[in-house]
Nanobody, 122 residues
Framework: VQLQASGGGLVQAGGSLRLSCAAS????????VGWFRQAPGKEREFVAA????????YYADSVKGRFTVSRDIAKNMVYLQMNSLKPEDTAVYYC????????????????WGQGTQVTVSS
C-alpha cells in the first residue's frame, strides 16, 4: 500500500484547508485510514481516522467539531477537511493505513505517506 498526502499550506487562524490522501491499494475493505500530525519537538499524535468499509469516523478531542474525515471509494481517496484552524494545529500531517479497526497509536499503522506541512499563522 502506498499513500501520498497533499494539500498542506499556510493559512491564517480561523481559516480552512483540505488535505487529501491518495492510496494505491484498489480496495481498503478491511482497513482503517488515519491522519496523524507531528509538530516540532513533539510526538506524532492521532488526529482522525475512518473505517473504510462503512465510513465511520473517529476524532481526537482536540479536533472534534472542527475537522471532518471522509473517503471517496471510487477514487481511493481520503480527505481531512480542517476548519477553524488554530496556530496549535501547525504540524506536518501524515496519512496512514492499517488493517483492522481504528487505533490512535501510530505504532499500529503499517503504511505511511510522506507528510504535508500545515502552518497556521496567528
Amino acid at each position: 500500500v502506498q499513500l501520498q498526502a497533499s494539500g498542506g499550506g499556510l493559512v491564517q487562524a480561523g481559516g480552512s484547508l483540505r488535505l487529501s490522501c491518495a492510496a494505491s491499494r484498489r480496495t481498503f475493505g478491511s482497513y482503517t485510514v488515519g491522519w496523524f500530525r507531528q509538530a516540532p519537538g513533539k510526538e506524532r499524535e492521532f488526529v482522525a481516522a475512518i473505517w473504510w468499509s462503512n465510513g465511520t469516523p473517529y476524532y481526537a478531542d482536540s479536533v472534534k467539531g472542527r475537522f471532518t474525515v471522509s473517503r471517496d471509494i471510487a477514487k481511493n481517496m481520503v480527505y481531512l477537511q480542517m476548519n477553524s484552524l488554530k496556530p496549535e494545529d501547525t504540524a506536518v500531517y501524515y496519512c496512514a493505513a492499517r488493517m483492522g479497526t481504528y487505533s490512535t497509536s501510530q505504532y499500529n499503522y503499517g503504511y505511511w505517506g510522506q507528510g504535508t506541512q500545515v502552518t497556521v499563522s496567528s
